[in-house]
């Protein structure tokens, strides 16, 4: 059973709990996004495969998930990073951000980027594709109504402008 550490507004861990009972309790949580750019400046986008259950095929960042109790923000990073993409190489800490998923429910988001050209070696239970993309390009997805999770929508809006 996988716990995640529980932490105040602050980021302070104040306690562990197993993933299932954080999000029946809606307990504050740290998610890792990791934003992958190729040479030409265009941003990595995973389209999650339907196996997923939370969002399945909408778009997201290039990597993403939960710190496990005691890992550090980087390493969780990068542990999601190969997993998803098949990929292993260093993070650079962008942003940390208080997400308001709901009235009650919050969570932190924590952001990477990281450079790559690919090819991927994607997971196919995690990932359907993982294509780059232009910022207009992904502005023009939006306005088109392509399936986007709501994180990442968040991490586009206050740091990209979109």
């Not at 208080?98 to 994607?122: A, D, E, H, Q």
């Amino acid at each position: 059973m996988e716990f995640i550490d529980v932490v105040s507004e602050t980021d302070e861990v104040i306690g562990q709990a197993p993933k299932n009972e954080i999000y029946e309790k809606r307990l504050l949580h740290r998610i890792v996004h990791i934003f992958v750019f190729n040479d030409k400046g265009e941003m990595a986008l995973q389209l999650q495969s339907k196996y997923k259950k939370f969002c399945p095929q909408h778009w997201v960042t290039s990597a993403a998930g939960h710190v496990i109790s005691g890992e550090t923000e980087e390493a969780a990073a990068i542990r999601e990073l190969e997993e998803e993409t098949g990929i292993r190489t260093q993070v650079e800490f962008l942003y940390k951000d208080l997400y308001n998923v709901s009235s009650n429910f919050r969570k932190i988001l924590i952001t990477f980027k990281s450079g790559f050209n690919g090819p991927f070696k994607i997971n196919p239970m995690e990932v359907e594709k993982i294509e780059f993309f232009t910022i207009d390009k992904i502005k023009e997805m939006i306005k088109s109504g392509e399936k986007f999770h709501p994180e990442l929508l968040f991490l586009l809006k206050k740091h990209f402008n979109i």
